[in-house]
């Protein structure tokens, strides 16, 4: 499954707590910008400006659903907090629809409506003094966001934002990403089915090609053989055919047992 988002997200702690610094202005601080999707529809492409300097202006990346996006560079702030603080946090929002055709239509309208991009106005909370780490933006359902200027991550019990922990996936989106899965799974079990019954019907031609696919991806696993009309070749044919089969059936079950 691809389902495992801890691993991205100690990677995202970890250039956390690498932080940023004060500015050479003195008194302004530089900050890392980073992004997480709690909102479970994806972030195509973000921003963040200070709405007084548009030359004040940060980039994120794009985030899948339930995650976060890779710590980019920069934005500045007072190194103090002070009342009335806000940044605008600009937004792209994956277009809608399962086919490219759907998806164009969808741009279309967008750009008909003006709306290919949608701005936030987000109020600065309260944070320490100096401001230090990394400036987070928290997208959430109904297009709203917070932000959070921290050098902890949201799962850390003194994390100052509101929002916290890492985003828990919905049972519908783990339901999509199973299901598109197993289809994945399902169609290479056929082929590999597929692959055994035809070395059982047609050896010899079936041996031919699946030693022109070794010689190119699996040179080494040919070295004690004479060639594709070697038995023991056609032995080792069969015994991968059969163990792909194998582990085709089990991460099909694996899957369905974990679909919600």
């Known amino acids: 499954m691809h389902f495992n988002l801890r691993r991205i997200f100690a990677m995202v702690a970890i250039l956390v707590l690498s932080g940023c610094g004060p500015s050479e202005s003195g008194n302004a601080v530089t900050l890392n910008v980073t992004g997480v999707d709690y909102a ?29 996006g890779g710590i980019q560079c920069c934005y500045q702030v007072p190194e103090k907090w002070h009342e009335g ?21 969808n741009l279309a309208k967008r750009q008909a409506e003006g709306t290919v991009k949608h701005t936030i ?9 100096p401001a230090r780490g990394t400036l987070w933006v928290q997208f959430l359902p109904e297009k709203q966001a917070k932000v959070v200027v921290s050098d902890l991550d949201p799962p850390h019990e003194d994390f100052p934002g509101d929002v916290k922990g890492w985003p828990e996936p919905s049972d519908e989106y783990r339901r999509k ?4 899965d197993l289809q994945l799974v399902r169609e290479r079990l056929g082929r590999n089915q597929e692959a055994l019954d035809e070395l059982s019907e047609n050896p010899i031609e079936t041996r031919k090609t699946y030693w022109g696919v070794f010689k190119r991806t699996r ?3 040919l070295d004690q ?5 070697d038995p023991q070749f056609h032995e080792l044919l069969q015994n991968y055919l059969v163990r792909y089969i194998e582990n085709d059936k089990k991460e099909i079950r694996i899957l369905e047992e974990a679909r919600p």
């Open 121 to 129: 106005s987000v109020n600065i909370p309260e944070y320490e003094t």
């Open 85 to 105: 603080m806000t940044v605008n946090v600009i937004v792209r929002y994956p277009l809608e629809g399962e086919t490219t055709d759907e998806r164009s239509a």
């Open 40 to 68: 479970g529809k994806g972030i195509s492409a973000f921003a963040v400006e200070d709405p007084s300097n548009p030359e004040n202006r940060g980039t994120g990346m794009s985030i899948t659903p339930y995650s976060a």
């Open 219 to 221: 040179t080494k696993d």
């Open 177 to 180: 990403i199973i299901d598109r």
């Open 225 to 229: 053989y004479s060639g594709p009309e």
